[in-house]
């Protein structure tokens, strides 16, 4: 059962515009969410956070948004950059509980000069 | 700040052989380090959890005989291989969370290809 989905595989964006990575969680106990970038052959590296006492979270030309509700953030990264191109991981975690976190499988990104 | 390393960065060894891979946090002390592998075009599959001063927490179909995990210190975790064999080839990439954090971020570090021949 997966509890992370990141749903596309990946993305192709042109340098300048948006990109909108998605991600939905089942586990009604997660309250915060992460996402990390990874380039190949390296670790990945966190890039923005958000509690889920927040609907919204942004680091300069990345912002993070949470609909509890319906159980699914998205990063948006405005405006993309080649060197944005990597897979992007969502991952969750319930505050107070284990410390582990949840990863989704990830999601290619590539912006086009 | 928040930096973590891992030593080697790519092991090439024979079957049988075992292989230990080292996870330091740099600036920040750890009491919980985690060890994940990926396969290739796969996401990251946690391996276990290693608390500094205990025994290492293993998921599901981890063989902690295999992997042996030693968290001697709050900055240091280790990771062994013993009797490594070819389907043991793979990328494993630590991360460690800042004992003093509010929130769970892991950092991780830059990961240890490990070929078994």
């Known amino acids: 059962d997966q509890q992370v989905k990141q749903n596309s595989p990946s993305l192709s964006v042109q340098e300048g515009r948006i990109s909108i990575l998605n991600c939905d969680y089942t586990?009604?106990?997660?309250?915060?969410f992460l996402w990390y970038k990874k380039y190949p052959a390296e670790g990945p590296t966190f890039l923005i956070s958000?509690?889920?006492?927040?609907d919204k979270n942004e680091d300069g030309r990345f912002t993070v948004f949470l609909n509890k509700s319906a159980k699914h953030l998205s990063l948006h990264i405005v405006p993309s950059q080649p060197g944005d191109s990597a897979v992007y991981f969502c991952?969750?975690?319930?505050?107070?509980?284990?410390?582990?976190?949840?990863f989704g499988k990830g999601m290619k990104l590539t912006v086009n000069p | 700040g928040a930096v973590v390393s891992q030593h080697p960065s790519w092991v090439i060894c024979k079957s049988g052989t075992s292989v230990k891979i080292e996870c330091r946090s740099l600036d920040f002390q750890a009491t919980t380090m985690f060890w994940y592998r990926q396969f290739p075009k796969q996401s990251l599959m946690l391996m276990a959890t290693?608390?500094?001063?205990?025994?290492?927490?293993?998921e599901q179909g981890v063989e902690k005989d295999k992997f042996l995990i030693n968290h001697a210190s709050l900055t240091l975790s280790t990771l062994t291989v013993t009797s490594a064999h070819p389907e043991d080839s793979s990328f494993y990439i630590c991360?460690?969370?800042?004992?003093?954090?509010?929130?769970?971020?892991?950092?991780f570090g830059p990961g240890t290809r490990l070929t078994v021949l």
């Open positions: 586990n009604s106990m997660f309250d915060y």
């Open positions: 991952a969750a975690n319930t505050q107070g509980g284990s410390e582990k976190l949840v």
């Open positions: 290693s608390n500094e001063g205990s025994k290492a927490t293993y």
């Open positions: 958000i509690s889920s006492i927040k």
């Open positions: 991360s460690a969370r800042d004992r003093l954090a509010v929130y769970n971020e892991q950092f």
